[in-house]
């Protein structure tokens, strides 16, 4: 277990924009900082993480918290392993009141299969650097593939022995689990029945044997799969065997390389897309580190938008298979469907990204792909044309296709510009062009929304609400009370008092009251005897009033990094603002616009009066139902017209903003 003075010191450690940064493009907003949300799709950013107090916090779908809580949402960490990863990254050294030598054994599932392939990888590369099989086969084709020793081992490439079990025999041997073994597809089950050696019982064999490997990596960099390829011709073997699908592997949301590209993006403001292992390795070689493989498999939606967290460029790098360009054209369009800007590089005949490095120098790599690149339209219309020739009906069926593709573009200014070069690039009317293109568009929103549907929401819509302070939720005047005590307990706030004074001229003297907004709320709401509904409000208050005993000083942090994840949240919820008022407002506009610290006293006092106002209201409502059913009782209920009557008076004279009042009691 984690010691808490580890824990306090990762917490004192950890910056949230550093944090948050390894995964998310951040820009600058005044003091704080903006991006895309990493939990759910958007286009415009509404993800914001506050450096001074350590949190994010996303408007869009809401979800918020510290860096421990980004780490286990992103990652789907335990709250430990969240630790552990942020300790790793600050190189803090994690103390453990109960060190636990069977750690393996202790850690739940999804840590005991990244720690397996952990292990599965180190097996692999002294394989490769140690194994005479390794080296002579293994290593002298990265050799030959014009890889250094130092890219060999930054993207810890291996092998794997050509042995039926080395890997699970040794895994097995150091304490490894089978079922892990299983589970990751490093192993797989063989009946004993079709092995002559071994009788009565179940073998575990390799899934790699006789190939060199490729670790994949998530964003963090831990090893959640790996790709492995065959070098001898086998035509009953696959060139390539990947692992399976597991908890931690999810092959349509991975891009090889995006760990240690991820930066090079977002400083590059672009993303080299290519199609293999070999592909990444050799760009990042030659300085191109902006670079990740798809892996061989067709374009996702979840692979678009892992990018488009770090850029909005995405430059398709594609070899000369014409058949396979066209096959890949789907891919595109999903891009541009997900707002992104493409571009493409068409590598000649018989040549991919890595051929062509071996055959060139590496700055000739750059300049042919800085020389080459074409806009994504520009170049499937290019494409397309080679195949119309003269015939019409080809010819109509590509401006179909094109327009189709344009259409898929959300900004209406960029399709525009689209239109524009296509009716030149095919000789067509752009008015033709842009009637095909609202067309399409006009399918494409029914799809999504379709007319019934819209006609079905208005008059919903449209109905008059009535707006009656005394339906309001008493949740409200809860959120702002803990809200002040978060963000203001410790300021203080002054109150006058006149005083009879024989000394003085008038006969009379102000004093003056300083009190911290806790110890303001606290007397008034506490003391009162009042408890919240909405239980996480609750709980704040009652820690907030046992540390306030304590301390004179509340740090909001304390709430912030707390265990449990409902006053976390609930905390980051509070402290989190969604405008900020720009630095330079009042000299831009000359307008003062008072910020809340400044009206504290009577946001503190009115918040105070307001849930005093709804918990009387909620008393008279209730004493109502009893009256009502005193008198369907034939009881008496004269007691209770006079508690009514009481009540009644306090709301009238807690609307007059009398203070002091103890209406609880």
Same mark, same amino acid.
């Given at each position: 277990?984690?010691?808490?003075d580890?824990?306090d010191?990762? &917490?004192?450690?950890?910056?949230i924009d550093e +944090?948050?940064?390894? &995964?998310?493009?951040?820009k ?10 990493? &939990?759910?799709n ?5 993800f914001n993480?506050?450096?001074?107090r ?5 408007f869009g ?9 980004f780490?286990?949402?992103h ?5 430990p392993?969240?630790l552990r ?17 069977? #750690? ?6 999804? /840590?005991s299969?990244y ?6 990888q180190?097996y692999?590369?002294?394989n490769?650097f140690?194994?005479?099989e390794?080296?002579?086969?293994g ?13 060999i081992?930054?993207f810890?490439?291996?092998?794997a022995?050509?042995d039926w ?8 041997e150091?304490?490894?689990k089978n #079922? ?12 004993t029945?079709?092995?002559?050696t +071994?009788k009565?019982t ?5 899934? &790699?044997?006789?190939?060199i ?17 065959i070098?001898?011709k086998d ?9 399976p699908?597991?908890?931690i ?9 995006i ?5 090079a ?9 290519v199609e293999g292992?070999?592909? +990444? @390795? ?8 902006n670079? +990740?493989a ?15 967290r770090?850029?909005?460029?995405i430059?398709?790098?594609y070899?000369?298979d014409?058949?396979g ?5 789907r891919g @595109? ?15 000649p005949?018989?040549?991919?990204p ?5 055959k060139?120098?590496?700055s000739s ?7 080459? /690149?074409k806009?994504?339209i520009?170049f499937k219309t290019d ?11 080809k ?31 095919m ?6 062009l842009?009637? /095909? ?9 029914n ?24 339906s ?15 963000n203001f307990?410790s ?9 009879d ?6 006969g009379?003297?102000e ?12 007397n008034?709401?506490v ?5 919240f ?6 709980n704040i208050l ?17 709430f912030?990094?707390? /265990? ?10 509070l ?8 630095e330079n407002?009042?000299?831009?506009h000359?307008?003062?616009v008072p910020? #809340? ?5 009577d946001?503190?006092e ?6 005093k106002?709804?918990?009387?209201l909620?008393?008279?409502e209730d ?8 008198q ?6 004269t007691?209770?017209?006079?508690e009514?009557?009481?009540? #009644? ?14 209406i609880?009691?």
């Amino acid at each position: 277990m984690i010691t808490k003075d580890t824990i306090d010191r990762i &917490f004192e450690t950890v910056r949230i924009d550093e +944090v948050v940064g390894d &995964f998310v493009q951040l820009k600058k907003r005044g003091i704080n900082y903006i991006g895309l949300c990493p &939990f759910h799709n958007e286009k415009t950013p509404s993800f914001n993480v506050n450096p001074a107090r350590n949190i994010y916090k996303c408007f869009g779908c809401g979800k918020g918290g510290n860096a421990v809580n980004f780490v286990m949402e992103h990652e789907h960490y335990s709250y430990p392993e969240a630790l552990r990863y942020l300790a790793g990254k600050y190189s803090i050294e994690i103390e453990e009141s109960l060190p636990d030598p069977k #750690e393996l054994e202790s850690r739940d599932e999804k /840590e005991s299969l990244y720690v397996l392939n952990a292990f599965a990888q180190r097996y692999f590369s002294e394989n490769l650097f140690e194994n005479e099989e390794g080296k002579s086969i293994g290593l002298s084709y990265f050799k030959e593939r014009g890889f250094t020793e130092d890219i060999i081992r930054t993207f810890q490439l291996g092998y794997a022995l050509n042995d039926w079990s080395a890997l699970s025999d040794t895994a097995q041997e150091k304490g490894y689990k089978n #079922e892990f073994l299983i589970k990751t597809g490093l192993s797989i089950v063989k009946k004993t029945d079709d092995i002559d050696t +071994v009788k009565h019982t179940d073998k575990l064999l390799d899934r &790699f044997r006789g190939r060199i490997i490729f670790p994949i990596h998530n964003l963090s960099g831990r090893i959640i799969g790996f790709g492995g390829r065959i070098l001898k011709k086998d035509d009953k073997a696959a060139k390539y065997v990947n692992s399976p699908e597991s908890e931690i592997y999810h092959k349509s949301k991975s891009l090889y390389g995006i760990f240690f590209a991820k930066k090079a993006i977002v400083q590059r403001e672009n993303c080299y897309l290519v199609e293999g292992y070999t592909d +990444v @390795i050799s760009l990042y070689q030659s300085g191109i580190e902006n670079v +990740v493989a798809s892996s061989g498999t067709s374009l996702t939606v979840e692979q678009i938008r892992l990018i488009g967290r770090y850029t909005k460029n995405i430059t398709v790098l594609y070899d000369g298979d014409a058949a396979g360009i066209k096959a890949s054209l789907r891919g @595109i369009d999903l891009i541009l469907e997900e707002g992104l800007n493409v571009k493409v590089v068409l590598f000649p005949d018989g040549d991919d990204p890595d051929s062509y490095r071996r055959k060139n120098s590496s700055s000739s790599l750059v300049d042919f792909i800085q020389q080459n /690149e074409k806009d994504f339209i520009v170049f499937k219309t290019d494409l397309l044309l080679k195949d119309v020739a003269n015939d019409p009906v080809k010819k109509a069926g590509l401006i179909r296709d094109i327009v189709d593709t344009i259409a898929k573009i959300p900004d209406p200014i960029t399709r525009s510009v689209y239109l524009k070069k296509c009716s030149a690039m095919m000789d067509i009317g752009e008015q033709l062009l842009i009637a /095909e293109l609202n067309k399409l568009r006009r399918t494409q929103i029914n799809k999504t929304l379709p007319v019934n549907d819209v006609e079905e929401l208005l008059p919903d819509i449209l109905l008059p609400h009535a707006q009656n302070e005394e339906s309001i939720n008493i949740e409200l005047q809860e959120k702002n009370i803990i809200r002040l005590l978060l963000n203001f307990g410790s300021n203080e706030i002054s109150f006058s008092e006149t005083v009879d004074d024989p000394d003085h001229p008038s006969g009379k003297k102000e004093l003056v009251h300083k009190l911290k907004v806790s110890q303001y709320i606290v007397n008034e709401i506490v003391h009162d005897e009042i408890s919240f509904e909405n239980e996480s409000y609750n709980n704040i208050l009652l820690t907030y009033t046992k540390l306030a005993e304590e301390n004179d000083i509340i740090d909001p942090q304390v709430f912030l990094n707390s /265990e449990n994840p409902i006053i976390s949240s609930t905390s980051v919820d509070l402290l989190s603002s969604k405008y900020l008022l720009s630095e330079n407002w009042n000299t831009m506009h000359k307008i003062y616009v008072p910020e #809340e610290g400044s009206l504290l006293k009577d946001s503190v006092e009115k918040a105070v009066l307001y849930l005093k106002k709804k918990k009387v209201l909620g008393m008279l409502e209730d004493n109502r139902k009893k009256i009502l059913e005193s008198q369907t009782s034939g009881e008496d209920c004269t007691s209770l017209i006079i508690e009514h009557q009481r009540l #009644e008076q306090l709301k009238v004279e807690i609307s007059k903003n009398a203070l002091g009042i103890d209406i609880l009691r």
